[in-house]
């Protein structure tokens, strides 16, 4: 294993800069990253503890600062130190004022402005988290996506991860010998998607999660052969629904996000009314 150490500097959260490395680290094998996140690096007196953090701790830097200044410091004294040194932005910048044929204007963190699609989100995870786990039912026709699916199938986190992409998300358990909400059956607005895993993997996960509660006694909750009928139970329920469904087993929460997200972008667009052209 290598290990390496990398300097995400940013004038911003860091979000940008930190999903832009992770994107890349992860196609690397054997290698193990020590990240330094420096965040919200506006001036010279908050440049200088990010040099002196390099200095003791050498390593890749990638960087989004939008300030010349700052930049030209940074960039030279890394030259100077013969350490990696990346705009990680540059070079999509120069495409997009190329294509657009304008100068882009300088404002640190304005993707994070107090606009109408930040507040969305804002809106959309205080939905999420009032229905969660099937409370509130009453509104469900609200939502822009409805997960089902059995315990311990990843339901909570993937709708809170749609969330901060402004997707009002509820999710809704199925309980052996419970019956599901009418609010959801009788639903035809919402997306409505079914969340499955795998079996063993869902034992699994399931004892894990017992353990860390202290309870170790066997149960039909944890046992494979109820599980097996729980994970059956969804599936025909699926079918019968006509729900799409989504095997969460060998997906991480942000591919199955992507696959809701694809799915609701989807049903827009089929719901979208038609232009209709004017007959003479």
Same mark, same amino acid.
């Given at each position: ?33 020590? /990240? ?69 204007? %300088? ?12 507040? %969305? ?10 229905? /969660? ?89 944890? /046992? ?32 199955? %996000? ?23």
């Amino acid at each position: 294993m290598k290990n390496f150490h990398l300097h995400l500097v940013s004038d911003s959260t860091g979000e940008t800069v930190t999903s832009i490395a992770r994107a890349c680290v992860v196609q690397f094998e054997g290698v193990e990253v020590i /990240d330094h996140l420096w965040s919200m690096v506006r001036t010279k007196s908050q440049l200088e503890p990010v040099l002196e953090g390099i200095a003791a701790q050498p390593g890749m830097v990638v960087f989004t600062l939008l300030d010349k200044s700052l930049r030209h410091e940074l960039e030279t004294y890394c030259s100077n130190k013969k350490l990696t040194c990346i705009a990680a932005l540059d070079t999509f910048m120069a495409a997009f004022r190329h294509h657009l044929g304008v100068s882009s204007q %300088a404002r640190p963190g304005r993707q994070h402005a107090l606009d109408a699609e930040y507040f %969305a989100r804002i809106e959309a995870l205080n939905f999420v988290m009032s229905h /969660d786990d099937g409370q509130s039912a009453v509104d469900l026709a609200e939502a822009d996506v409805i997960l089902v699916g059995v315990s311990r199938t990843s339901k909570t986190p993937t709708c809170i991860y749609l969330a901060n992409r402004g997707i009002k998300a509820a999710n809704v358990p199925i309980v052996p010998g419970a019956q599901l909400p009418p609010e959801l059956m009788e639903n035809d607005h919402s997306l409505i998607v079914g969340l499955t895993e795998d079996a063993n993997r869902l034992v699994q996960i399931r004892r894990n999660r017992m353990r860390s509660l202290d309870q170790t006694a066997e149960t039909d909750y944890t /046992d494979l052969d109820q599980v097996k009928a729980e994970i059956a139970a969804a599936r025909r329920l699926f079918n019968e629904r006509e729900w799409p469904s989504i095997d969460v087993t060998r997906r991480s929460i942000e591919e199955t %996000a992507a696959a809701i997200i694809q799915l609701h972008s989807q049903r827009q667009r089929e719901r979208q009314p038609r232009p209709t052209s004017d007959s003479t």
